[in-house]
């Protein structure tokens, strides 16, 4: 290796060194950390005091119902990540047409993206009420005979945060994949119209595989988004009622930050990324690019 690359090579290792010192401190550590302390019974004012026991944390955690009903939610939750998907392409393709307005309609869409969740919890919270405007509307609509406990009945408030998910989140998506959209070359569109192939043909044989790494990425950030929702469930619901929406990642907030009990905290902080790293080896075995 020549002086002059060495150089080079220094030079850009000094640039990277503030944001890679950062992310070492505030991201790598950290994880490290809480994995290593997942295996102990954590003294939090001493952690050098914390004693190993290896796996009696994880054996506690999946003797606890409500720890086994968070995971079947979270699972559940997951539900959210095909149907944002689709809707968010559907919108991506009719945003993306050269029609009147579509400028407003994106702007439209992408505007809870950038609310805070406590403003859209608030909005929601309010419209799930059952004084609130959507039973209203229901009721004038004669759709039902009293007022749905949107957040209120374990059978159906699970769902009602998982729709809030899914409005949030839509614009978000749609853009994405609008720019995946505008990526594909005309010319190679054209070329299938020459040959006689319909707009449904162009979709599926040459749109789809060409927006596979958009794909991959909005599913994997989806998919991740899903097993961690938490702000949703803190704002609307706390859990409740009777732990109906507990997500895993509420759970371990709920056992470090209420119990003080750190020890399960990090164990099960621990499952949501083993399980988040399987789901995402999933996403990159099916979305993976053909070429690559």
């Known amino acids: 290796m020549s002086k002059k690359s060495l150089r080079q090579d ?39 005091q914390s004693e190993w026991v290896g796996l009696d944390n994880f054996r506690t955690l999946f003797e606890d119902p409500v720890f086994i009903g968070s995971i079947k939610n979270t699972l559940l939750y997951l539900l959210v990540v095909p149907v944002i998907q689709i809707a968010a392409l559907a919108l991506a393709v ?69 729709f809030v998910t899914f409005w949030r989140g839509l614009g978000y998506y749609m853009v994405l994949y609008i720019a995946g959209l505008q990526a594909v070359p005309q010319e190679v569109e054209e070329a299938a119209i020459l040959d006689g192939a319909n707009r449904w043909q162009r979709f599926w044989r040459i749109t789809v595989p060409m927006l596979k790494p958009t794909l991959l990425l909005c599913t994997l950030l989806s998919t991740l988004a899903a097993m961690k929702a938490f702000e949703e469930v803190v704002v609307m619901t706390g859990g409740g009622p009777i732990g109906s929406t507990y997500t895993l990642a509420f759970y371990a907030y709920d056992m470090g930050f209420r119990a003080f009990d750190f020890s399960r905290a990090l164990a099960a902080s621990l499952v949501v990324s083993l399980i988040g790293f399987v789901l995402a080896w999933v996403n990159f075995r099916f979305f993976r690019p053909d070429h690559r």
């Open 10 to 48: 220094l030079s850009a290792y000094l640039f990277l060194a503030p944001a890679l010192i950062i992310l070492f401190l505030f991201s790598f550590w950290p994880v490290g950390l809480g994995a290593v302390l997942a295996f102990t019974r954590v003294d939090i004012f001493n952690l050098a």
């Open 94 to 162: 009719l945003v993306n047409a050269q029609l009147p307005a579509m400028k407003l309609f994106r702007t439209a869409f992408f505007v809870p993206v950038v609310t805070s969740v406590s403003v859209v919890g608030i909005m929601w919270g309010w419209m799930y009420n059952e004084d609130g405007m959507l039973n209203q509307v229901l009721l004038w609509l004669r759709l039902v005979d009293a007022p749905v406990g949107w957040l209120s009945d374990e059978r159906i408030a699970l769902f009602s945060v998982m």
